[in-house]
């Protein structure tokens, strides 16, 4: 049977943004059963791991932090990265259709007032963290292109080399 070229199965991440550690364990119980789950205090703390560690398949993000709020690190989080790349779901008690909008004109893929029901939020990651595989996925694909047509550009211009001088012996 030949080798496959995917890599083999590993559960996805998920980083949680949220200063309530009540709110971090009942997210992280409706969860953990598929997803590895990280929890942050801290906006900062978040950045901080996004910049050294590999970055997860999904951030979930509280809008409302003491220091850096979720929304100022979904900002961020665009800047480097696209939606596809690092799906985010943002977090709040406040769902007023302006958090809604402010939060999608920020970059958030989809939103989630609290207190939300677990099928509800496993649902909407499961969504989510299916859109950061297919995007993996998608980029392996194109890396693996890249390399293909470079064999074949350089192969052609052998070829042609080959043929250019057999042509005029």
């Known amino acids: 049977m030949p080798a496959s070229s995917e890599p083999p199965p590993r559960i996805p991440s998920i980083w949680i943004l949220e200063d309530s550690k009540l709110q971090v364990e009942t997210s992280r119980s409706a969860l953990a059963a598929l997803y590895d789950v990280r929890g942050f205090a801290s906006g900062a703390a978040m950045l901080?791991?996004?910049?050294?560690?590999?970055?997860p398949d999904l951030l979930m993000l509280d809008w409302h932090l003491p220091d850096v709020s979720g929304l100022e690190v979904c900002r961020?989080?665009?800047?480097?990265?696209?939606?596809?790349?690092?799906?985010?779901?943002?977090?709040?008690?406040t769902g007023t259709s302006e958090y809604v909008l402010e939060a999608m004109a920020a970059g958030a893929n989809d939103f989630v007032k609290?207190?939300?029901?677990?099928?509800?939020?496993?649902?909407r990651?499961?969504?989510?963290?299916?859109?950061s595989f297919l995007h993996s996925k998608l980029a392996?694909?194109?890396?693996?292109?890249?390399?293909?047509?470079?064999?074949?550009?350089?192969?052609?211009?052998?070829?042609?080399?080959d043929l250019r001088q057999a042509a005029s012996r």
Do not use: C, Y
């Open 114 to 123: 609290k207190p939300f029901s677990e099928a509800e939020l496993a649902a």
């Open 76 to 93: 961020f989080v665009r800047s480097t990265m696209n939606l596809a790349e690092l799906p985010i779901l943002m977090l709040t008690a």
């Open 140 to 161: 392996r694909l194109e890396r693996s292109l890249r390399v293909e047509a470079e064999f074949r550009e350089r192969f052609m211009g052998m070829l042609a080399h």
């Open 48 to 55: 901080e791991a996004l910049s050294r560690d590999p970055p």
């Open 125 to 131: 990651v499961a969504a989510l963290v299916q859109i």
